[in-house]
Structure formats: C-alpha cells, structure tokens
C-alpha cells in the first residue's frame, strides 16, 4: 500500500503561480503512474496530469494544458504540479493518486489505487 500526502495548497491571486507537492510512502516502487485530479464543491472529480514512472511521459486535461507542468523525483519519492496562469476555475481541492497497474487508462481516476487526502487552492480574481 502507498500513502500519499499533498502540500503546497493555498491562496493565490489570479494570474499567480503555485507548486504542489505529493509525498510518497510505503510500498513507492509499485507507483508506476502518478496523477493530480482536482474537485472543486458540488463538482465531479477532473483530470488534471499524470505522469508515467520514468517520467518520460505526461499528460494533461484541455483545460490546464500549456499552464501546468507535472513532474517526478522518484529518488526523493515525490511528484510535483508547478501550476501558472492560475485563474478562479482553477480553485479545487486538489488530489495526488497513484496506479500500481502499467496499463491504465490515466485521466481515469477508477484506475487510480491511491490517494492523497487533498491540499485546498484557492485562486482569487
């Protein structure tokens, strides 16, 4: 089983930056896809990125595509979203998952095994 845990959630204006960070423990090796998904109050759970166990292969929703960057330090166990041009539909909790499975389908979150508890970001007009 692998734990994770957000941090890096907060208040930002918009237009502002923010960087997210998912700490991994427990069984780390058999996260082979790490992923973000985000919820905002009363909505569905989205797709935000994920990115592969080398990190040699990411993917984003059409709506954070060009603004956020996901990125992988397996030496350190972590996975990070540098998120710029933040604006107010941005403001959700945001989730890290993992998939221990290798064919997954990855803006899936069904397919995901494990969760993080959720860092709050809120973006201000």
């Known amino acids: 089983q692998v734990h994770l845990v957000e941090s890096g959630g907060g208040l930002v204006q918009a237009g502002g930056s923010l960087r997210l960070s998912c700490a991994a423990s427990g069984r780390t090796f058999g996260v082979l896809v790490m992923a973000w998904f985000r919820q905002a109050p009363g909505k569905e759970r989205d797709f935000v990125s994920a990115?592969?166990?080398?990190?040699?292969?990411?993917y984003y929703g059409d709506s954070v595509k060009g603004r956020f960057t996901i990125s992988r330090d397996n030496a350190k166990n972590m996975v990070y979203l540098e998120m710029n041009s933040l604006n107010p539909e941005d403001t959700a909790v945001y989730y890290c998952?993992?998939?221990?499975?290798?064919?997954?389908?990855?803006?899936?979150?069904?397919?995901?095994?494990?969760w993080g508890q959720g860092t709050q970001v809120t973006v201000s007009s």
């Open positions: 998952a993992g998939a221990s499975a290798s064919k997954i389908a990855p803006m899936r979150d069904g397919d995901y095994n494990s």
């Open positions: 990115i592969n166990w080398s990190g040699g292969a990411t």
